[in-house]
C-alpha cells in the first residue's frame, strides 16, 4: 500500500504500532523532533500501560499504513521515558506574540513521511488535550525563534491565523451567527415590503376620498340646480 505524502502527527500518534510477524508495539506516545529545522526524526510508542520502557522508531522504517495501524520494519531502539523527555520538542510549548504575551500551545503539525520536514504547526488557544477544541495554523515563516517550552510568532492576535478546525463550541456560535443574520435580513426584507404595502393602501384610500369627494360635491351640484328650478317663479 503506498504510503501517503503528508501527515499529521497526531495521526500517526494514534496508529497501533505491528512490527514483524504481528508483533504489537502499542500506539505512538510522542514525537521525536529537531526543533531548529522544523523537522521530525521519529516516534516512540509505549507496549503497555504498566511498562517503563518505550519502543523508538525512525521515520524510514515504516513500510505500511493500513486503516488504524502502522507497520514497521526492522527492531525499535529501546528507552526509557525519562531519557526521552529530554529530547527537545515544540509540542506542547507556548505560543507567544510579538508583544510577548500568551495566544495558544503547540498542538499539532504536518510532516512529510519521507524527509521528515514539517510544513506547517497547529495550535490550540487552551488546553490541547481537550477533545474537540479548535486548532489555528502558524506557518514556519511566521516564527521568529524558539525555546525550550516557547514559540515566538511575528503575529498579534488569533485574527492574524487561519482557522483549520474549528471547536463544537465555535461552529455552534457561527451556525447561530448566521441564523441570526438571516432571521434580521428575513425580517428587514419583510418590514420593507409591509412600508411598501402600507403606502400602496394609503395612495389608494386618498384617490377613493378625491373620487368621494368629487361625486358628492356633483350630485349637491345637481340637486341645488334641480331644487332652485322648481323654486323658481319666472322658470
Known sequence: MKLPKEILLSELLNYNVKGSIFLNYGNGENVWMHPPVHR???????????D???NVW????????IDDEIYIKGDP???????LNRF????????????GSKIGVI??????????QIKY??????????????????????????????????????DDFSLIKSSIKNEFLQKGK?????????????????????????????????????????????????DKKEDDPWI
Open 52 to 54: 517503563l520502557k518505550r
Open 121 to 158: 504547526y497547529l495550535f490550540s488557544r487552551s488546553n490541547p488535550n481537550i477533545p474537540g477544541s479548535s486548532r489555528w495554523k502558524l506557518n514556519i515563516e511566521n516564527i521568529n525563534d524558539q525555546q525550550p517550552g516557547l514559540v515566538f510568532c511575528e503575529n498579534n492576535s488569533l
Open 58 to 65: 525512525r521515520l524510514n522504517q515504516i513500510s505500511q499504513i
Open 40 to 50: 521530525i526524526l521519529g516516534w516512540y510508542s509505549r507496549p503497555s500501560n504498566f
Open 107 to 116: 498542538a499539532d503539525f504536518l510532516f512529510e513521511i519521507k524527509t521528515g
Open 178 to 226: 448566521k441564523f441570526i443574520d438571516r432571521f434580521d435580513e428575513i425580517k428587514n426584507i419583510a418590514s420593507n415590503r409591509l412600508e411598501d404595502w402600507l403606502e400602496e393602501d394609503e395612495d389608494i384610500n386618498q384617490n377613493l376620498d378625491i373620487n368621494k369627494k368629487s361625486f358628492y360635491n356633483s350630485d349637491i351640484k345637481s340637486r341645488f340646480f334641480t
Open 88 to 99: 527537545p520538542t515544540l509540542i506542547g510549548a507556548n505560543l507567544i506574540n510579538i508583544n
Open 77 to 83: 531502539a529501546i528507552s526509557d521515558l525519562a531519557t
